[in-house]
């Protein structure tokens, strides 16, 4: 195991680096010109506030790359990230564990960096338990290190993605189930909902550029290399044209008409940035 691996994933912003896996040919489903795919885009942005955001796993990777897209001459260009993170059970071994937390480190997700400067981590949720178990890694990393956890608690956010189903005063709300996700601050948990068509598209059936990233293979020397399988580059063929469109004229009045219509609009900080994309 090596503790400074970090999984490899093409930049889509850089189209040199691509050569002839990606064409311009491309005649996917556009999807992601969507009212429905905008909406979610523009109130994930208005959640995350004023700080780092981190797109957790690959779930969610066409959202990371079509604001890769939109974002890409704002200030925000360094604000968004991938982070490749999943955990479905709490038994890692040591080896795998310490390569996680060298990874974390090296995006600065780590203990001392998130106390010092405050973080949003969005994934699309069914139960939660990976948001949970990345929750008790942070907090039990803070007591081995002697992190301040009150201070890592304070600068940490998340955002679900959840499958739109009809509310009421009994809908089962999964951040009440997850212990670990109640040791965060009121109100550090948000919610936006997704019909249940893309949701379960972007959660379960789209080609991925990356492969998965669980404990058996965290620290693996293989997955900072590419692999060049035919679902992953069909992923990446997806993924270059998504950040394409992000950056289209277009896409971006799309994009702030949606962000003018949610809540962020009462700070600052999300105007100045509606202003940039515009």
């Known amino acids: 195991m ?34 429905e795919f905008q909406q ?5 942005l208005a959640f995350a506030g004023d700080r780092r955001v981190f797109f957790v796993g690959r779930s969610l990777e066409s959202m990371f790359d079509y604001l890769s897209g939109a974002l890409c001459d704002t200030s925000w260009i360094d604000r968004l990230d991938l982070f490749l993170f999943s955990m479905r059970y709490t038994q890692v071994r040591a080896p795998a564990l310490s390569a996680m937390k060298g990874y974390m480190s090296e995006l600065a997700i780590d203990p001392q960096s998130i106390a010092r400067s405050a973080i949003t981590l969005v994934d699309v949720v069914f139960d939660g338990e990976t ?31 959840t499958q739109r189903t009809k509310t009421s ?4 709300r999964w951040q009440q189930q997850r212990e670990a996700v109640t040791m965060l601050p009121p109100g550090a948990v948000k919610n936006v909902s997704l019909e249940p068509r893309l949701w379960g598209y972007l959660g379960d059936q789209q ?30 063929q997806e993924a ?26 009462q700070y600052e900080w999300f105007r100045h940035l509606l202003s940039e994309i515009n």
């Open 2 to 35: 090596d503790e400074h691996v970090k999984p490899f994933r093409w930049n889509v912003a850089k189209r040199e680096q691509l050569g002839r896996m990606v064409t311009d040919g491309y005649d996917g489903d556009y999807w992601w010109r969507q009212d």
């Open 40 to 44: 979610c885009c523009a109130r994930v």
């Open 131 to 161: 948001f949970s178990n990345l929750i008790e890694l942070l907090h039990d990393w803070c007591e081995e290190d002697g992190v301040d956890w009150q201070a890592v608690r304070r600068n940490t956010r998340i955002i679900g993605v």
């Open 169 to 172: 005063p009994k809908t089962w």
């Open 207 to 236: 080609a991925k550029v990356t492969a998965s990233y669980s404990p058996r293979r965290w620290g693996d020397e293989d997955v900072a290399h590419p692999d060049h399988n035919d679902r992953q580059l069909k992923g990446l």
């Open 240 to 265: 270059w044209h998504i950040f394409k469109v992000g950056c289209t004229p277009e896409s971006r009045r799309r994009l702030t008409r949606a962000m003018a219509q949610t809540t962020g609009m």
